[in-house]
């Protein structure tokens, strides 16, 4: 089986801090597979957030190609980045990033808005708000609701758009073992369910276990690549 | 995007920090308030000063001696003749009617209280060429003119002072400059004019005041003629009818006349652009604020994308497009100002009504006039201030690089 959703060779990334050039990635050549669970890991500086971030189309890659979902992201320009991350891209942030002033629902509801989906939009939020068991708390704000949920939420907000890939950044970093736990059992159910490639990167060990496949990185290069 | 729902959003933001919300609409708020009371007042003012000015009649012209500017020397003085020539139907068709006057202040007292005012001799024509409209008693006719009889009428402001009522006052006897005068009525009131109150006048006969009081040389010298044309279209026609007829008379060569002529159209436009220029300037000044006002949206709007950095990396993380930001801070930076410009409107009609009760009330009527085309004003350009200082906040916003403003403490 060859169905690969994220394809790319030799991806470098240079980062110009004052006089010194930061190469942040040197050349990393990976493809992922529709339906997968890949952690990546890697010690801080690593590069591991720059090819999260390159990944996730919220940054161009100095160099090497990308293909994502079938669609070359190199050469893409501001716009066309952002409709790609909102078409084919979901996040999870360890510090949940919703908009406090907005309730559960609208927060679902912004990546449709800025979709262009005019119709329905509050029926798939809640739909969404469903899915990750938070039907009865669509109307509450961030601060009315605890970690867990607030995670919950933000992987519903992910989700929302059907993206290609989720990209889940520590997800369980600002939460306790227990409520991480349920945070990455609900993640890989939802990967189960309907197939959505799922990338985490952590640090944890016991988090990326839980992964098929481990990519680890060092000094910008790809160590190894362990199959769980 | 739609427009409501990013018009929803931005109120919800707004509401969200009230306080500094309301301090910043409180810049555009005064802003607009200042512009709109002092257009207001400035439109009031105007209004007050050309209405005084029409109640002198629109066909209403006046003939005085001396050119109009200080080439012309040793000026020819007006006559009596040159009055009785305006008034031949043959060579002046468009004039209706002529009033020449002789002017000059004059001491009247009543046992013991007297009064420095202006006396003005007159022919009977003054009344209807004046609109002077007597309240009690009679005008001056032609019998008192040819029997140069002592009688006089008063303003009200003249019976106010000497006898502290206006009623029943006809029969009386008061000194003007010394000599018994009968006071045959009192003109009704007619408020302030151009040159300070109309109604501390006293008129008396032509004759009595040339030939007792205001003695000139030559003897048939008159001060002023005021010329009445046949309607308010013919005044043009009638300037130049007079000026020909003294041109001749005084055989002045052409453009160095020795009169000058001015109509009450001159007056208007003479004094509406000294108020139309008060005006301007004044709500210049008062516009000044509002700039200032602006500048204070551009700065919290500075703050505000600084301080949601991070919301506005996950906006774009979930697929905002430049646009999109530089359209939610747009939205939230002219509704900002254009609830301020709203507020201030009201403001500044409540600060333009308070000034206009205030003055009614001591004495001077005035109604300040907010228009339309002030609110009009007021609204778009305090919209526009907001989009105009909303447009580099939002454009930084709108530019931010969606990595690092996700990684912004």
């Known amino acids: 089986m060859n169905d690969a959703v994220i394809v790319t060779r030799d991806l470098t990334k240079v980062y110009q801090m004052g006089e010194m050039e930061v190469h942040a990635l040197r050349g990393v050549s990976l493809e992922i597979q529709r339906g997968e669970v890949v952690a990546i890991m890697g010690p801080s500086g690593s590069g591991k957030s720059t090819l999260m971030n390159t990944l996730?189309?919220?940054?161009?890659?100095?160099?090497?190609?990308?293909?994502?979902?079938?669609?070359?992201?190199?050469?893409?320009?501001?716009?066309?980045?952002?409709?790609?991350?909102?078409?084919?891209?979901?996040?999870?942030?360890?510090?949940?990033?919703?908009?406090?002033?907005?309730?559960?629902?609208?927060?679902?509801?912004?990546?449709?808005?800025?979709?262009?989906?005019?119709?329905?939009?509050?029926?798939?939020?809640?739909?969404?708000?469903?899915?990750?068991?938070?039907?009865?708390?669509?109307?509450?704000?961030?601060?009315?609701?605890?970690?867990?949920?607030?995670?919950?939420?933000?992987?519903?907000?992910?989700?929302?758009?059907?993206?290609?890939?989720?990209?889940?950044?520590?997800?369980?970093?600002?939460?306790?073992?227990?409520?991480?736990?349920?945070?990455?059992?609900?993640?890989?159910?939802?990967?189960?369910?309907?197939?959505?490639?799922?990338?985490?990167?952590?640090?944890?060990?016991?988090?990326?276990?839980?992964?098929?496949?481990?990519?680890?990185?060092h000094d910008g290069k790809i160590r190894e690549e362990v199959s769980a | 995007m739609n427009i409501w729902r990013s018009v929803i959003e931005a109120l919800e933001s707004?509401?969200?920090?009230?306080?500094?919300?309301?301090?910043?609409?409180?810049?555009?708020?005064?802003?607009?308030?200042?512009?709109?009371?002092?257009?207001?007042?400035?439109?009031?003012?105007?209004?007050?000063?050309?209405?005084?000015?029409?109640?002198?009649?629109?066909?209403?012209?006046?003939?005085?001696?001396?050119?109009?500017?200080?080439?012309?020397?040793?000026?020819?003085?007006?006559?009596?003749?040159?009055?009785?020539?305006?008034?031949?139907?043959?060579?002046?068709?468009?004039?209706?009617?002529?009033?020449?006057?002789?002017?000059?202040?004059?001491?009247?007292?009543?046992?013991?209280?007297?009064?420095?005012?202006?006396?003005?001799?007159?022919?009977?024509?003054?009344?209807?060429?004046?609109?002077?409209?007597?309240?009690?008693?009679?005008?001056?006719?032609?019998?008192?003119?040819?029997?140069?009889?002592?009688?006089?009428?008063?303003?009200v402001e003249v019976a106010d002072t000497l006898f502290d009522r206006r009623e029943g006052l006809v029969g009386e006897t008061v000194r003007v400059e010394g000599q018994p005068f009968r006071v045959i009525g009192i003109l009704e009131e007619r408020g302030g004019g151009m040159m300070g109150s109309q109604d501390n006048e006293i008129l008396v006969p032509f004759s009595t005041a040339q030939a007792r009081i205001l003695r000139r040389s030559p003897a048939d010298q008159v001060d002023v003629i005021f010329v009445q044309s046949v309607d308010a279209d013919s005044v043009t026609t009638t300037e130049e009818e007079i000026s020909q007829i003294l041109s001749q008379r005084h055989r002045t060569a052409v453009g160095e006349n020795d009169f000058t002529i001015f109509s009450q159209q001159d007056m208007v436009d003479t004094a509406s652009s000294i108020t139309g220029i008060l005006t301007t300037f004044i709500g210049g000044i008062a516009a000044i604020s509002l700039l200032v006002g602006g500048i204070g949206i551009m700065n919290i709007m500075l703050v505000s994308v600084t301080e949601r950095t991070r919301e506005i990396g996950l906006r774009k993380a979930l697929g905002a497009r430049k646009r999109d930001i530089l359209i939610q801070f747009l939205t939230e930076s002219s509704l900002l100002s254009l609830v301020g410009g709203l507020i201030g409107i009201a403001l500044g009609w409540a600060i333009g009504a308070v000034v206009g009760i205030v003055s009614t009330r001591s004495g001077t009527a005035f109604e300040p006039a907010v228009s339309l085309s002030a609110v009009l004003l007021a609204t778009i350009f305090s919209t526009v201030i907001g989009l105009f200082f909303g447009i580099y906040p939002a454009n930084r916003a709108a530019n931010l690089v969606p990595v690092e403003a996700l990684r912004y403490e």
Not at chain 1, 86 to 101: E, M, T
Not at chain 1, 147 to 159: D, F, T
Not at chain 2, 125 to 143: D, L, M, Q
């Open chain 2, 14 to 155: 707004l509401n969200g920090n009230k306080m500094r919300s309301g301090l910043t609409m409180l810049g555009i708020v005064i802003g607009v308030a200042a512009v709109i009371a002092m257009l207001a007042l400035g439109a009031g003012a105007q209004d007050t000063i050309l209405g005084s000015l029409s109640g002198i009649g629109t066909n209403l012209l006046f003939v005085f001696s001396g050119g109009e500017d200080e080439s012309i020397r040793n000026p020819e003085p007006l006559t009596m003749s040159d009055a009785e020539a305006l008034e031949d139907s043959f060579s002046a068709p468009s004039i209706e009617a002529v009033a020449p006057v002789l002017q000059g202040s004059a001491e009247v007292s009543y046992s013991g209280e007297a009064s420095t005012v202006t006396l003005t001799g007159v022919t009977p024509a003054y009344f209807p060429v004046r609109n002077y409209v007597v309240s009690e008693g009679k005008e001056i006719t032609e019998e008192h003119i040819l029997g140069r009889a002592s009688v006089v009428l008063l303003g």
């Open chain 1, 56 to 217: 996730g189309c919220l940054d161009q890659p100095s160099g090497g190609e990308y293909i994502l979902d079938g669609e070359t992201v190199a050469d893409l320009n501001d716009d066309q980045l952002a409709d790609i991350r909102n078409r084919k891209v979901g996040f999870v942030f360890q510090s949940f990033n919703l908009l406090s002033r907005s309730t559960a629902l609208s927060n679902v509801e912004l990546p449709l808005r800025y979709s262009g989906t005019t119709s329905g939009r509050k029926e798939k939020a809640r739909l969404a708000l469903e899915a990750v068991g938070l039907a009865d708390r669509i109307d509450h704000r961030p601060a009315e609701l605890s970690g867990g949920q607030q995670q919950r939420v933000a992987i519903a907000r992910a989700l929302v758009n059907e993206p290609a890939i989720l990209m889940a950044d520590e997800p369980t970093g600002n939460l306790d073992s227990k409520v991480g736990q349920e945070i990455m059992d609900l993640l890989l159910n939802l990967n189960k369910d309907s197939g959505t490639t799922l990338i985490i990167i952590t640090h944890d060990p016991k988090v990326a276990a839980q992964a098929q496949r481990i990519i680890r990185l």
